[in-house]
């Protein structure tokens, strides 16, 4: 059984910071891209960030370009997102997502998560 369980999350004060692991199980997700992606109350699940199973290549939503970090531990089928310098605009509910490939777009990814939430006061 193929299974992502997300972690991590929680009420964080505008310019802090929250890291969000993902524990993968079920499946060899070494060899997947990884991606996080996030849905806010009233909003379509949108792109956050992802990374190449190698490590050797990571791509950021603009929005969260230069504030958060997406990395991954094949060793331990963890993949991590730190944010830092959160705003409140980042509150949503925040999944991680597997696919064989590198994709931006949600329907690239066919394994999910149940998701975490991040409250960001202002």
């Known amino acids: 059984q193929v299974r992502l369980v997300e972690s991590g999350g929680g009420l964080v004060q505008a310019g802090g910071s929250l890291r969000l692991s993902c524990a993968t199980s079920?499946?060899?997700?070494?060899?997947?891209?990884m991606g996080w992606f996030r849905q806010a109350p009233g909003k379509e699940r949108e792109f956050v960030a992802a990374i190449s199973w190698s490590r050797d290549n990571t791509v950021y939503a603009s929005s969260v370009k230069g504030r958060f970090i997406i990395s991954r531990d094949n060793a331990k089928n963890t993949v991590n997102l730190q944010m830092n310098s959160l705003k409140p605009e980042d509150t949503a509910v925040y999944y991680c997502?597997?696919?064989?490939?590198?994709?931006?777009?949600?329907?690239?990814?066919?394994?999910w998560g149940q998701g975490t939430q991040v409250t960001v006061s202002s």
């Open positions: 997502a597997a696919g064989s490939e590198l994709r931006l777009d949600r329907l690239g990814y066919p394994y």
């Open positions: 079920g499946r060899t997700f070494s060899s997947d891209a």
